[in-house]
């Protein structure tokens, strides 16, 4: 039905807004996380996340498919936050997979299910020195700009304020 | 008579909304490209940007010299996108001289035509590492904020959208 | 009595708005500066900075106990800039002292002195590779968004313009 965007640096506030966002709609919350525990500071970063959020959100752990997720959590849910849209490039450069980024946005979009999407911005540092890098960013700016594009309301989080964009 | 600066993070859609504004202007439009083409990727971004702006635009290659090109191109045109300031700095950087952008920003300004510049936010990360970027950084902020000075109108772009700072 | 905060990526306008903020108030201004002269490039920017504010302004050095500073300086002064909330940080990082930040800006905006907060964005690059420069980054953002909310005027810098956030 409708697509939020909530994007912005690191620790600006964002899945913070979006925890905001979701209390707009009805009391079944999901939370998508794109996240992989690959490593110890991953797997921490993950349980303070949680902590942060509490019980009342179903937590869901996707890092490919997202449209398949978003499909099967409709039924059950009233919001679903998906955190982050740059982790899940992340994981799809390192899956080395085509995954067709805007049609999973598509079908996002499509569904009765409200998504607030929640993406970082990479963009405003100087140029990488390596090419991987570069590669993450430019994907990350196109990626970012697919979701704006679908997004009915979309916000730019900084010292955790946020300001609307559309 | 006029400059309008876009400037935004990599990918942010800077040059999709400079597009957009020279439309406002009559059908002689022109593109200034500060990029040189000095290794295969450089080469593979310019072609990439040619084949979005498409046959619209008249494209004028210069590194350096911009107020020389601005006045040059001036009879010829209704308006001049120039892309990008921030390659601009990279150039003269690395060719060593001492070029006053100021002077040069100015001598733009005073042009009969309109000017849409585009440049890059890159002040948004981490301290870079090394030296020459830290320098690259600051002169790049303070070729920002000039360009800002003799603007009229100025947005800075994220996630595609672009926010009207003036 | 009150706080403004005034944050931006390098070379964005920061301090200079900050400076603008401050002839709002009484004669009798100070500028506290965070940085610590460690190295030659550290001596410069300092010295710079010095030059840009003139004689206006009392400068005080305090690289970490900002909320004695403040109380000192209450009774002498009507504004007082603290510039940067980042620099702290990378001295609290680099003393290994453990410094409750909420605390000391509690107590910073509790004093009478209205003070005009200087801080950098540094989270919208790409993820840096090393672990102390993500933890800074981590600790920059909550810093960043601690003295937003107890702000109760906040702006954000980009290409020498002010955004009011609040």
Redesign the interface.
Known sequence: MSIL?V???????KSRHALLLARRFGPRRGFLATAQALDE?MRDRIRKHREERGEEFLTIEEPLDLAAAVVQAEPALDVLIIDCLTLWLSNIMLAEKEIDTAAQLDAIAASKLPCILV?N????????DN?L??Q???R???L??Q???RAEE?Y?T????A?K??
């Open positions: 965007l994007g912005g640096g690191s620790r600006s506030g500071e993406t911005e990479v963009g405003c540092g100087i140029v990488p090419a890098a570069r993450f960013r430019d990350a700016g196109f970012n700009q979701a704006m594009e979309a730019w900084i010292f955790g304020a300001l964009l559309k």
